[in-house]
């Protein structure tokens, strides 16, 4: 099991922006797609994003236009820019490792978007 560090979030006004991270080990030589997942309170975790190892991206259509999932191989870290923030965008972020490694879980990060 390999352990996904995240990092970013906090408390932004609505049309705010905010970047999060997600540094998971070797990842990239080991060709991992990533993908990011948001979670409402007493919500079930929901997609938002992926990125496979031949540089393709995916949305949901929530978030496109608005979230850019991008990355930077030399410090195998994954990010997700969140921009004109929403507060239906409020909760927890969840990076995954995906196909075809095994998926491990970040520990998650709050975003919330409040006036």
């Known amino acids: 099991q390999v352990q996904l560090v995240q990092s970013g979030g906090g408390l932004v006004q609505p049309g705010g922006s905010l970047k999060l991270s997600c540094t998971a080990p070797s990842f990239t030589s080991r060709k991992c797609a990533m993908k990011w997942y948001h979670q409402a309170v007493g919500k079930q975790r929901e997609w938002v994003s992926s990125?496979?190892?031949?540089?393709?991206?995916t949305y949901a259509d929530s978030v496109k236009g608005r979230f850019t999932i991008s990355i930077d191989k030399g410090k195998d870290t994954v990010y997700l820019q969140l921009n004109g923030l929403k507060p239906d965008d409020t909760g927890m972020y969840f990076c995954?490792?995906?196909?075809?490694?095994?998926?491990?879980w970040g520990q998650g990060t709050q975003v919330t978007v409040a006036s």
């Open positions: 990125l496979m190892d031949d540089g393709r991206t």
């Open positions: 995954k490792t995906w196909w075809p490694c095994p998926e491990d």
